[in-house]
């Protein structure tokens, strides 16, 4: 069921209904929202979400003020990513200032969340690359102060920690799992305020938060699992064969080449085989014929061009496919990855299409998922229905840390 006539605007709604059962809102927040927005028109849809924003901070603040604490962190969760829906349609260069202004409103809202947890969540600055990654280690509740599993739960291709926190950290918590939350360059603050764009060798960015994890008494250093979503089902096992202080990592959904993928769609938009088979490089009138068709569809126009280019730093389509032509794991990376992995797979998520393939290919200790269109799962990232993917995932999670410690 489509709630906006706008395939972007209605895929981003979708991230409040998805995330509903960990706090992210409601049907009737989403239902109301889309009377209120024109469609097509981002900047509406901006309005419409940031004004309801700011309606639950202005409740969350009323509420602290009474003494209402749950009532208070409930409101600021929501604001939060009802901020950072709003602005997902305005990505781009140059950076709008209106999404400047929304992710700073955004983060201050879920520091309030942060610090309003019980138990807080504490903000930690890990050193990375003359900068600081933004970073939140959050106990399991009741188990404060024991030894335990810690899941590194990372974000993809256009995420922060509040989305990252909604779709895998607050279920982790429920089970036991201490959390630790991070943005990486191309992500968050380090992409809106300081320009940094994602990196393939995302190793390098994870290893300075495994140090800092290993710094946290309470984490058992046994059992430190890497998690993220999206682009990160690239970017886990790509960490996993160089990090090897992981117990587990899960991929969701496993990909093992990136930028392979694009070769059939731009086939379908009129590129020669040929042609194709030149990937990355492109002719001009090449270039010309896919922009055409890239620009003439709201949904490729968002991911390509106003996603694409800024998070990868690229200044048209050509320098694009040659930056993603690094996001590939090849024989050599997917042999040294050792510990045991979850690759998933959803049956209309494009992004799963070599799902299968990574799994084939790994040597270390495995186990695939199929998220089905039956269960209403079937879609990226499993969103609307991320309760059942969370429970399966974490059963495995569970499972696997439970065997290595006989």
């Known amino acids: 069921m489509a709630w906006f006539s706008d395939p972007v605007h209605d895929e981003f709604a979708g991230l409040v209904l998805g995330l509903a059962p960990y706090g992210g809102g409601d049907v009737g927040e989403v239902e109301r929202l889309a009377t209120q927005v024109t469609p097509g028109d981002d900047a509406s849809f901006f309005a419409a979400f940031d004004g309801l924003a700011q309606r639950r901070i202005e409740e969350a603040e009323a509420a602290a003020a009474a003494g209402h604490t749950a009532t208070a962190r409930d409101c600021y969760l929501r604001a939060a990513l009802l901020l950072g829906v709003g602005y997902h349609p305005l990505f781009g260069v140059p950076v709008d200032p209106r999404l400047a202004d929304a992710f700073r409103r955004q983060m201050a809202a879920f520091d309030r969340v942060m610090e309003l947890g019980q138990p807080p969540g504490e903000k930690l600055e890990v050193p990375y690359d003359g900068t600081h990654l933004p ?51 191309g992500q968050g603050r380090l992409l ?62 496993g990909q093992l080449d990136v930028g392979g993928k694009f070769a059939e769609p731009m086939q379908k938009m009129g590129l020669s085989t040929a042609a194709a088979a030149k990937l990355p490089h492109l002719e001009p009138g090449d270039e010309q014929l896919l922009m055409q068709a890239i620009d003439g569809d709201r949904s490729l126009h968002w991911k390509i061009v106003q996603r694409g280019f800024w998070t990868n730093a690229a200044a048209d389509l050509a320098a694009w496919l040659a930056e993603m032509v690094n996001w590939k794991l090849d024989d050599d990376l997917v042999a040294k990855i050792r510990c045991p992995t979850l690759v998933t797979a959803a049956e209309s998520d494009s992004a799963s299409s070599n799902a299968r393939d990574l ?40 499972d696997t840390l439970a065997a290595a410690r006989r």
Request: with cysteine; hydrophobic share 45%; glycine share 8%.
């Open 135 to 185: 970073v939140y280690f959050i106990r399991a509740p009741w188990h404060e102060h024991e030894v335990r599993p810690l899941l590194l739960v990372g974000g993809g291709w256009d995420s922060t920690m509040v989305e990252n926190y909604l779709g895998m950290g607050v279920a982790a918590l429920r089970r036991g799992y201490h959390v630790l939350l991070h943005d990486g360059p």
């Open 359 to 398: 799994y084939a290919a790994l040597t270390c200790p495995k186990h695939f998922i199929w998220f089905s269109d039956a269960d209403g799962a079937g879609m990226h990232c499993e969103m609307l229905n991320r309760s059942l993917a969370n429970r399966q995932m974490l059963d495995w999670l569970d």
């Open 192 to 253: 809106v305020e300081e320009g940094r764009p994602l990196r393939h060798d995302w190793e390098k960015v994870v290893t300075p938060v495994v140090d800092a994890a290993l710094e946290l008494d309470v984490v058992d250093p046994r059992a430190i699992v890497y998690q993220s979503w999206s682009l990160g089902g690239y970017m886990a096992p790509r960490v996993a064969a160089f990090e090897h202080r992981l117990a587990a990592i899960i991929a969701d959904p």
